[in-house]
């Protein structure tokens, strides 16, 4: 039988695994859950809120500070552009076919969104959603490398707390019986080069910006074209830790594109929210290592099956040499 026409499919099944793994594969089969673990781990459990806050709240008052003096000096000149903007038909950010906006600004009453009556102005919600924006970079800005920090620590402590050591992380196990064949496409190639400081800050901060400051659902779209990446980025110190190669990390996230897809989109929602947000960089290092916690237990059961099905096959070979 050829390998193409083999299906690719698990070893095992998630309903035959043993007690001790039954409460971790509840946890992922929802890989969501795993974010709102890392934000209630993060502001409940002081060893991790505290050296993380310690790290950082230097620098997070002078980005709040620096950040207020450019919102109050800002604020009206940002809101007439993005009035302008938006109340342009041949604007691309031109919201007049499913909004309509009112003539003045006190008159909140008459704005529509696709045909609902809002409680707020829309040039008033994106140049907030903006100007967040804004604030956030300067914190950002601020923070530099000591947010980095903050989230290295909030992983190795993470870690550190479910009583694990260096050597808990084990090579690599192929969970499949038949792995998805993957190829080193463009896509492949595009992931590299994101990789790329610089490159990565203009398609996040640029291009993505303009779709995120669209009302309610540019949110969600922004957030789900950033899932996947957002994802492979939170779970580098897993894959480091267990010395896999580019190709294994490529079928491990294959295996696994949806999980990983749900659990970045809901990181990158909440990092998306702005300053804010930057609180959940950190929260969602917590989130990823519960994560690969889990997974690294069912990476140690695959490979527990796998040897004692390799146990049996020499015993077998054995017997019928003697």
Sequence with gaps: MSRSSLTARPLASDTNVPATLQRATLRLNFPPSYVVVGVYRLFTDKSLYRPAWDKCKHGARRGLIVGFAWTCLTYRIQRHIVRSIISNPTSLLSLGYITRLSQTATDLSEETFLGFKLPFNISTYVTILLLG???????????????????????????????????????????????????????????????????????????LLPLSLYPFLGTFVAAGIKALGTAQHLHKPYFKAKNMTPHQVAVFIEERKWDYRLFGFAAALLEGIPIIGLAFTVSNRIGAAMWAHDLEKRQHYIAAQRSGRSEDVAAMDKGKSG
Excluded: C
């Excluded at 620590?153 to 499949?176: H, I, L, M, N």
């Design 133 to 207: 924006a804004q604030v956030t970079t300067v914190i950002t800005f601020f923070l530099s490398r000591n947010i980095r920090i903050a989230r290295q620590r909030a992983w190795d402590q993470t870690v550190a707390s479910r009583g694990k050591g260096a050597d808990f992380w084990q090579p690599y196990v192929e969970e499949w019986e038949v792995p998805p064949a993957v190829h080193e496409g463009f896509s492949a190639r595009l992931g590299n080069v994101m990789e790329i400081w610089v490159i990565g800050v203009v398609v996040k901060k640029v291009l």
